[in-house]
Nanobody, 127 residues
Framework: QVQLVESGGGLVQAGGSLRLSCAAS????????MGWFRQAPGKKREFVAA????????YYANSVKGRFTISRDNAKNTVYLQMSSLKPEDTAVYYC????????????????????WGQGTQVTVSS
């Protein structure tokens, strides 16, 4: 069993930055591919970024490529999402997810069927 707890969300002006963190319980963190997804009001949940087990490979949605960076620290059981040049359309609840399959995380449009999810953290970008 893996428990995920996100933090770091908040209100920021357009053009600003935020760093989200997702802390995982358990001793098998490095066995999981980690991903970030988001869901804006009235919209489906969507893929944002994913990172491989060791952190040597990362994947991004086109909408955030060049602005967001995903990273992980396996010693701290934590995955991060550094968000820069934020836009109002980035406003959403951001969720981290864990799964043993890279394809399941990075190839997923909505994160369907992933093993574990956090409770989400709200990010609001004002114009």
């Amino acid at each position: 069993q893996v428990q995920l707890v996100e933090s770091g969300g908040g209100l920021v002006q357009a053009g600003g930055s935020l760093r989200l963190s997702c802390a995982a319980s358990g001793r098998t963190f490095s066995s999981y591919v980690m991903g970030w997804f988001r869901q804006a009001p009235g919209k489906k949940r969507e893929f944002v970024a994913a990172i491989s087990w060791s952190g040597d490979a990362s994947y991004y949605a086109n909408s955030v490529k060049g602005r967001f960076t995903i990273s992980r620290d396996n010693a701290k059981n934590t995955v991060y999402l550094q968000m820069s040049s934020l836009k109002p359309e980035d406003t959403a609840v951001y969720y981290c997810a864990a799964d043993r399959s890279l394809l399941s995380v990075a190839g997923s449009s909505e994160g369907e069927g992933l093993d574990y999810w956090g409770q989400g953290t709200q990010v609001t970008v004002s114009s």
